[in-house]
């Protein structure tokens, strides 16, 4: 999940300051089956059952983190198409790049407490390379993710913060990604960090996520419950009042 900016603010926010370009690592293997090999090692070794990072431990040793951000830096489906022959492939792509790409951005920006502060910048001001051109998290996700139509990869972004779905502890890969990308929804929907269930008031809390993108989910059910519910083993009455739970910015570090 990244954020979302109406145009007048975005319009405020170029104005109070330029782009920033982030460092490419250097030295880093580029080929393809090593950097995802590298980046399902960071997966598997630093990000633990609940979705929680070792940002610390990435930092002292960030060469699989590097090799993947240094690969993605070469290589997208704008730059190398042949590489990527299904929309499946495209999508695993960028969600694999936006959660690497975010992670290594907190450690770019020295793995503050919380990104409250630092919204602007680390979504829209600072640009990472992918695929031989610049690009900021925040196009990232709504010029090239979020177009392509699935509301499920709501559940996949990951910008490190609590208020995050849970980081998979291994990469999104193009034959098995309409599975993943379920097994994250139903995941999300049964978490109460993110669904939080108030009987006696007839009212159901979910994620600010989905307020963030009604329209998204809205395109493919009538209303936000009956998009959850179609993720969920217990059902939420179609009559409740929806609220929502406040987003936590703070870093989602072990």
Known sequence: ???????????????????????????????????????????????????????????????????????????????????????????????????????????????????????????????????????????LENKLVRPMGDPRVHFALNCMVKGCPRLPREPFEASRLDAQLDAAARLFFSEARNVELRPEKKVVRFSEILRFYPKDFLARAPTLIAYANQYRVEKIPTDWKVEFIPYDWKLNKQ
């Open 1 to 139: 999940m990244g954020l979302r900016w109406s145009a007048p603010l975005i319009l405020v926010a170029v104005a109070s300051g330029c782009a920033s370009n982030v460092p490419v690592p250097r030295g880093a293997a580029r080929r393809p089956e090593a950097a995802q090999i590298a980046w399902a090692r960071v997966l598997s070794t630093h990000v633990d059952e609940r979705g929680r990072i070792d940002f610390a431990g990435v930092a002292k040793d960030p060469s699989d983190l590097h090799a993947f951000v240094a690969y993605i830096g070469a290589v997208s489906p704008r730059s190398d198409p042949s590489r990527f022959p299904s929309r499946s492939a495209v999508l695993a792509y960028y969600l694999n790049a936006y959660n690497a790409l975010a992670m290594y951005n907190v450690i770019e920006s020295g793995i503050p407490p919380e990104l409250r502060t630092i919204k602007f910048k680390f979504f829209y001001r600072n640009r990472l390379l992918m695929g031989g051109q610049r690009i900021s998290l925040y196009d």
